[in-house]
């Protein structure tokens, strides 16, 4: 389904974004992983700093597949 907005505070309380665990528990945050994926990295990415670190990086990223296909927009343009 849609996701909600991934902040660059999300590291804080992590209140913008809480998954329900469809049995009735209290909802949890998104793992780094998670927001990795939301945002469109590949599972190769690596993440190679701490959680709080990994949650503002996510929440200020362009997602790769955006500019994948704005560059492939552009590029023609720029070399005519």
């Given at each position: ?9 999300y ?16 909802p ?20 190679p ?27 023609p343009?720029?070399?005519?």
């Amino acid at each position: 389904d849609v996701a909600p907005t991934i902040t660059h505070r999300y590291y804080k309380d992590g209140s913008e974004c809480l998954i329900d665990d469809g049995i009735g528990r209290n909802p949890r945050k998104i793992t780094p992983r998670e927001a990795a994926r939301i945002m469109g990295f590949a599972d190769e990415f690596a993440i190679p700093v701490s959680d709080t670190q990994a949650y503002k990086q996510f929440g200020n990223a362009v997602c790769p597949p955006v500019v994948e296909s704005v560059g492939r927009q552009i590029v023609p343009l720029i070399c005519n």
